[in-house]
């Protein structure tokens, strides 16, 4: 059989080049909730909102925080499953997987580091205040993903959970390039297993060691996203994503028990009814209209922060406009949102530049 043929009966294969549409739909749809609940927090008028039994956007938000960023972890096994379908037999597909993700998240990462500090001395100027530069040691442990580990704060805050994703990375690195030194020798993958186990020993261990406490919180999100990938393209059984949500439930039940538990319950078990959905369903091809959305949610995750914590500056222009009190809220949701629309296309043409140099192959073959 050709090769061509081969391409053309793969489900996995005719997505490569399509991508899961829903999936860029919920990124993007996450992103803009994350810089609404930010934008709420701080711009939402409570002499307005007090007139209300109820007020819906605040609860939506509220409960929809639980969530967004595990979400955003959720997502990132899925894809990551998907991108590496076709490496299970590569030696040093760890390394190249850190590398090609590392080339896609880390010039945005800069550039939002750079936005950072621009924007906090063009306020600094403004109101003519003690100008606030980062120190030496400060750039170099953020554009290095360190300064989580060595207790140094974020230049740009959304980099907290940003790191952490980077240390779930190498640590997927290490499963890989283990599993594939496994595969070798017994021709059956393990990265599965391997993820599943560290998630069911970080639950274990976590409460006794502090310094690992992001795995319990991040890595089984991780995991199950990258489980239901495995049975929404059926090479694994139903039972698979259950075993991994099962550290989840044991973890949320032992850490919390008020409303913010049962939204989290609830979505891990959306997440498992999902896998169920084969990867060649028409649901996955839905919502089309919302594909864009994904292409600009990491630079509006990246760069909202700066506008929400000058709400107040932003709020005096509100009122110099003559606009009601609630405004503000949505230019804080909308300027970034604008921002990140126009420096898609440079993240886009940086990407595809650094791909083209270090993976010239992979470019070729359209993966």
Known sequence: MKQAEVVAESPVRSLASDRIVILDALRGITAIGVAAFHAYGFTWDRSVRSQYSLDMLGTLLHFCSVILVPTFYWLSGFVIAFSQSSNVHDTKSGLSFLTRRLIRVTPMWWISILFSILFELAFDIK?????????????????????????????????????LEVQMYALLTLILTVSVFIQKYSKINVSHWLMLSCSVVSTIISPNVPSLSWLVSSWPWFTLGYSSYLRANRMVSSDWTLACAIPMFMSLIMSSADDRLWVSLAAITVFIGLSEIEIGHRFWYAGRVFVYLGTISFPLYLLHIKFVAHAITFDKARQFLGLPPNATFFIIVILPLLLAIGITPLMNRIDKFLMAKLFPKKVASGQ
């Open 127 to 163: 109101h003519s205040a003690p100008l606030r530069l980062p120190t030496l040691k400060q750039i170099v442990t953020n554009a290095t993903y360190s300064n989580f580990i060595l207790g140094i704060d974020s230049l740009n805050f959304p980099g907290y959970s940003l790191c």
